[in-house]
């Protein structure tokens, strides 16, 4: 699963289809994360503080765009190939 976020909404969405996909509530997410469950809610339907709408307009304006996806679990030769 790969998402693509141009937008906060975007971003929003990608979380909340991923933590679907792992089985887990926003109180799992609320609580790994030393938060509320409604400021879960909120980041997963596009509300945001003005620091990440920030960001994302920047990324508008640069162009740019950011990949989600699942993290890659690298080995110890990954690792040892960073240095040297």
Request: with cysteine.
């Amino acid at each position: 699963m790969k998402y693509i976020a141009r937008s906060v909404a975007d971003l929003g969405h990608a979380l909340r289809q991923f933590r679907l996909a792992q089985d887990k509530t926003q109180s799992d997410v609320a609580q790994a994360s030393a938060t509320k469950q409604n400021a879960i809610s909120r980041i997963e339907t596009g509300e945001a503080g003005r620091t990440l709408k920030l960001v994302f307009k920047l990324i508008c304006i640069l162009d740019l765009e950011i990949e989600i996806r699942p993290r890659r679990k690298g080995s110890a030769q990954d690792i040892e190939d960073i240095f040297s």
